[in-house]
């Protein structure tokens, strides 16, 4: 699988029809081909995965400022085809895109993901060694996408500070060093199927578990570490003392 900077038009007319087949978005949802030419020429990133000449994956980065001056990038979309899941294509983009964000002096990177979603919970925070310490309620508002469900769309916002000894463990394949757990949200490991099968049990589960989120950031803590288990998926929240 090679990795590489898209610049070319039909590279991000490919990636525009890619969100399609994977999220299946109706046409206004979709990043339109303007955004992916704009990020590639103002410091951003759009990268894609390719399995010979077929685009299996892409990501796409826009660059941010936060209050105070700081630059970060934000990693507003990863999308892999689902034949070429679970191959380990969505890490080698993670880390890609950490390659050229370092060369560029930026040392954060942060994007969203939908609490619910245990796998993307475990991939970033376990494998890439992101940290969380805040909750988004309905960020997009409700979508077309089947993988959404209907639900509101909140999200958790992963810090990812890619030049820390966390992360730079992580890209080593090395187990980065564990700080103190003093609290745990737990949810069920079914929680995909509920979605699909009773999405009013999925909004009760999604509304207590932003409940647990935002005391535990509102008292100091982060999400430092996921455990899985047979039956559940649990975050692991404890203070975040450096990078």
């Not at 029809?17 to 704009?38: H, N, S």
């Not at 103002?42 to 994956?57: E, H």
């Not at 969203?112 to 988004?136: C, H, M, Q, S």
């Amino acid at each position: 699988m090679e990795v590489r900077q898209l610049v070319k038009l039909h590279e991000f007319e490919e990636a525009v029809r890619l969100q399609r087949e994977i999220w299946g978005f109706e046409d206004v949802e979709l990043l339109p081909l303007r955004l992916f030419v704009v990020a590639s020429k103002i410091g951003g990133q759009v990268l894609g995965a390719f399995a010979g000449s077929k685009m299996a994956a892409f990501c796409l980065c826009i660059p941010g400022l936060k209050p105070g001056g700081k630059y970060y990038l934000h990693s507003h979309m990863l999308g892999v085809l689902p034949e070429y899941r679970n191959t380990g294509v969505g890490r080698l983009l993670k880390f890609k895109q950490r390659e050229y964000a370092l060369l560029s002096g930026i040392d954060l990177i942060e994007w969203t993901f939908d609490p619910l979603e245990l796998k993307n919970a475990f991939f970033n925070i376990e494998r890439l060694g992101a940290i969380v310490r805040r909750y988004v309620h309905n960020q997009y508002g409700t979508t077309s996408s089947h993988l959404h469900g209907g639900l509101p769309t909140d999200r958790l916002v992963p810090e990812w500070w890619i030049n820390s000894s966390r992360v730079e463990a992580r890209a080593a394949g090395r187990p980065f060093e564990r700080h103190p757990v003093e609290a745990t949200i737990p949810l069920p490991a079914d929680i995909a199927d509920i979605r699909r099968s009773s999405p009013q049990e999925a909004r009760a589960i999604q509304q207590q578990t932003a409940k647990l989120f935002v005391e535990c950031f509102d008292s100091g803590l982060a999400v430092i570490g996921f455990e899985r288990a047979k039956s559940t998926g649990t975050y692991l929240l404890g203070p975040w003392h450096s990078r």
